[in-house]
């Protein structure tokens, strides 16, 4: 019987995250190189890509920074390449960048109401390209590696959200006109769980296993009100902090989780069992 910490180790192994500087982007970057592996930092902001590998550099970690635009095929191709160079390999990718619009005054004034019934087209065009064609195209792009192994492990990040329509209600303010969350954020982590099994299906027997993880919310400096009515609705009574969701992370990462394909591990508070 193999040793339970040895499930978890991935000494040897290499990890690509996107979104590799966002709020679990960095946790998940941190969390996969204290297991051992070397990580690729990818993300659309150069300055801060670049900082935040510097960062797990000096800590003694292996890590790379590659600056990359998902939504450009040739982008994530030279990202992939990068990586192969660097490590020499790439075992898991875990695809966490997407499109989440905030509900502070300042985003609130460039989004607006995020109201279905004009949501502009362009907004629509530009989530579908982040949130799914950028997985695809990393996936894509990743998975001529794993299959020259023999092996490879990909996560796609989904969101409860994906699972069940929004609750709009924690989104108003009394005396404020309605704010709403976008129709784009459940359809495109929606398109994430299909994404997913028809990965884990068409890779059968090659050794790529591929899942999602769906968090719930995640607090994030939210003002009180917002974390009053989330936490009503959470099981738990309480929102996520922003190291919960990385043991998850790692299961779905190491071999801890080898018989585990298509599957998506929900880590919610219990929001999504009501």
Sequence with gaps: ??????????????????????????????????????????????????????????????????????????????????????????????????????????????QGANAFEDYPLDAWRQALDVNLTGMFLCAQAASGAMLSQGQGVIINLCSMYGLVGPDQRLYQREGQPPQYKPVTYTVTKAGVVGFTKYLATYYAGKHIRVNALTPGGVFNDHDDEFVQRYSARSVMGR????????????????????????????????????
């Design 239 to 274: 929102m996520a902090q922003q190291d919960e969701m990385n043991g998850a992370l790692l299961f779905l990462a190491s071999d801890a989780s080898s018989y585990m394909t298509g599957a998506n591990l929900v880590v919610d508070g219990g929001w999504t069992a009501w």
């Design 1 to 110: 019987m193999t040793d339970l910490a040895e499930k978890f180790d991935l000494t040897g192994r290499t990890a690509v995250v996107t979104g590799g500087v966002g709020l679990l982007g960095k946790q998940f970057c941190r969390t996969l190189a204290a297991a051992g592996a070397a990580v690729t930092v990818v993300d659309i902001d150069e300055d801060e890509t670049n900082r935040f590998a510097g960062e797990l550099e000096g800590e003694g970690f292996q890590a790379l920074a590659a600056p990359t635009d998902i939504t450009d095929p040739e982008q994530t191709e030279a990202m992939v390449a990068r990586t192969l160079a660097r490590f020499g390999r790439l075992d898991v990718l875990v695809n966490s960048a997407a499109l989440d619009p905030k509900f502070d005054p300042e985003q609130i004034s460039k």
